[in-house]
């Protein structure tokens, strides 16, 4: 069987499955379950075309890939075949811990793991099937290799799975300031000392990729009406989870199930395989077709929460620089218990406060660096005349408030 395949994307056109083992890892369940979850959550509430998928995403990162690996070997750095698949495959796999609605319920099902950790755990997995081909790879997804610039590639400052993200979101969402200039970004790519730099010339491209990633997360990642979807969804889960606790069954897929009446949190995921599986066959489906379908459910603040996100009528949503006053949050819960004829305490599920944080650029972690015509090195804020560049290094953070717009 051929498994050097095409596939055609509709934002840089044709990609090339490079490798057959890169193709049988597309192929494999693990990968295909990417197919069925969102790239951006809830989004699709905003932006009606936000319906990618982390299949396509994790695709793109992979083409990315092979056009950085490309440049670099162009200008002299050695990468051997097995270095660029050990690259590609771990590009190809960043993602793969991602649970449903990728990032808003990533605390939800499974208490306090990041994806980045299930990612892992799967990656070992899969290195076991394919009787310990991905080992190479698994290293530089680490950081562990002696290229640095290879895992850089894949989780820096000015990674390829940031470069598709922005490039992919503003495709799908139709927003134009996440447009970036990936192509000629690539062809800057340098290393030097074995991290990855960018030539002079494309120091106006950087300015304009941190500049609209700062746009993208306050236009798509943390517009208001997203944050209230998210929410919501968090919500609703957290309500599903609290009365099967108390003994209640819900309907559910068996996969849902499990993670509605087992309180997993991280010491148990990674010491018990059922978990890892049980999670393997989740995906957004799992989860909306159970709120579909307890809309009907006895309980009136389940009912309620699931009603709101089918009907689209979400919490109204105040962001502020300073923390909500507290006499007006507890007015607000006292008003929806009323109004709902549920207790106090029970408002919680449509009254409360929340932060939300936006960092463009972390200089203290993985600068950008600059390579000067005269060889030197200098950090991606110096280098610009951009006075407001250094802003971005800056955490913005936000308070918000969530209430039901019936009061």
Request: glycine share 4%; aromatic share 8%.
């Amino acid at each position: 069987m051929n498994k050097k395949k095409i596939i055609n994307d509709p934002v840089y056109g044709f990609i090339n499955i490079p490798s057959a083992l890169v193709f049988d890892l597309i192929s494999h369940p693990y990968f295909q379950r990417l197919r069925y979850i969102k790239q951006l959550g809830m989004t699709h509430l905003v932006y009606p075309g936000a319906l990618h998928t982390r299949f396509h995403h994790a695709l793109g990162a992979m083409h990315l890939m092979s056009l950085a690996i490309e440049v670099l070997k162009g200008k002299g750095h050695d990468i051997s075949k097995e270095e660029e698949e050990a690259a590609t495959i771990a590009i190809l796999l960043h993602d793969i811990g991602h649970g449903p609605f990728s990032h808003a319920l990533e605390h939800s099902l499974v208490n306090g793991i990041k994806h980045e950790d299930i990612s892992m755990l799967i990656m070992e997995k899969l290195n076991a099937a394919f009787g310990g081909r991905l080992s190479p790879a698994i290293e530089i997804f680490k950081g562990n290799c002696k290229k640095r610039f290879l895992h850089q590639l894949i989780s820096g400052q000015l990674d390829l799975d940031r470069m598709d993200y922005l490039n992919r979101d503003s495709f799908f969402t139709g927003v134009s300031e996440g447009v970036i200039s990936f192509d000629r970004i690539i062809k800057m790519f340098n290393v030097v000392d074995d991290d990855l730099v960018i030539e002079e010339k494309g120091v106006y491209s950087i300015e304009n990729f941190l500049i609209a990633r700062r746009l993208m997360y306050w236009q798509v990642y943390l517009h208001k009406t997203v944050i209230s979807g998210e929410q919501l969804l968090v919500k609703i889960l957290e309500r599903a989870k609290e009365l099967s606790a108390r003994g209640e069954t819900l309907f559910a897929t068996p996969a849902l199930q499990h993670f509605l009446q087992n309180d997993v949190r991280e010491e148990a995921f990674f010491s018990a395989d059922l978990h890892l599986e049980k999670f393997l066959k989740l995906d957004d489906q799992d989860i909306f077709a159970s709120v579909k379908v307890w809309v009907d459910h006895p309980d009136q603040i389940l009912s309620k929460l699931c009603e709101m996100l089918t009907k689209r009528i979400l919490y109204k949503i105040e962001i502020t620089n300073d923390a909500q006053d507290e006499a007006r949050v507890q007015l607000l819960k006292e008003n929806i218990a009323a109004t709902l004829n549920i207790t106090v305490a029970e408002s919680r599920y449509f009254v409360f406060t929340d932060v939300i944080r936006n960092r463009a650029y972390n200089a203290g972690n993985s600068n950008i660096n600059i390579l000067l015509k005269n060889n030197t090195l200098i950090d991606i804020v110096k280098a610009s005349d951009l006075s407001n560049l250094e802003s971005l290094d800056k955490t913005v953070k936000k308070h918000i408030l969530c209430y039901p717009r019936i009061i």
